[in-house]
């Protein structure tokens, strides 16, 4: 295994463990019924000062839901790539590997926001559609950061140009720190969510990255 995969596989299993530590740490640590109906939320102290810093803005949570498709948009470009190369090489081991494992990485982000749908750690500070809803991790952040996290590991396998990539680099991370600043702003999250998914996006981008810079075996 080449020096630089091994460590961004070190890294990836390094923010494994921090993510499972704050998870452990958010659902034991301060926890006061601070939210709506009475809903338990961790570190409570931090969360409910900033809770009414950001107050809930109509402006920025329609911007993340903007930023949301356009994150789906750039799934359906790299399923459009891949399903290109699939007809033109007429074999799924001849498509790039950063797009066949992109998909892989795709399924995890899917799987894990249902899996904190039905297990929730915490609700919302706020109903939005008159019931108490899931709210960790921001599922907005962590699409968002996984993504465009991804597609800026994947363009220097893609991308020869390296004006090109630097301008898409830039967008991807504009992109990224707009959602950030975006779901921060609307106040539909604690401050703890959107944190939890930038922690996952972390993780899940570091293991992508590894993977893909793995050797290729000899056809």
Known sequence: MEKNTKNYLV??????????????LLMKYDVQPIGPQNSEIGL?????????????????????QL??????????????AGLIELIQRKSIAKVDRAITVMGLFYLIVLVLYFFFNKFAVNYR????????????????????????????????????????KVILDII???????????????????FTDIFAGILFSITIVAFY????????KDS
């Open 11 to 24: 890294f990836a299993i390094e923010m494994s463990i921090i993510t499972i530590a704050f998870i452990i």
């Open 67 to 80: 930023l949301g498709y356009a994150a789906f948009g750039v799934c359906g470009i790299y399923a459009i």
């Open 172 to 190: 991807a991370g504009l992109a990224i720190g707009l959602m950030v600043l975006a779901r921060t702003l609307s106040g539909v999250h604690w």
């Open 44 to 64: 409570a102290s931090l969360n409910g000062f900033l809770a009414g810093v950001f107050t809930y803005s109509d402006k920025w949570y329609h911007l993340s």
């Open 125 to 164: 500070p706020i109903i939005l559609d008159e019931v108490l809803e899931p709210s960790f991790p921001s599922s907005h952040t962590m699409l968002v950061c996984c993504v465009f996290g991804m597609a800026i590991a994947s363009f220097d396998k893609l991308i020869e140009n390296v004006g090109i």
């Open 209 to 216: 990255h590894a993977t893909i810079m793995l050797p290729e």
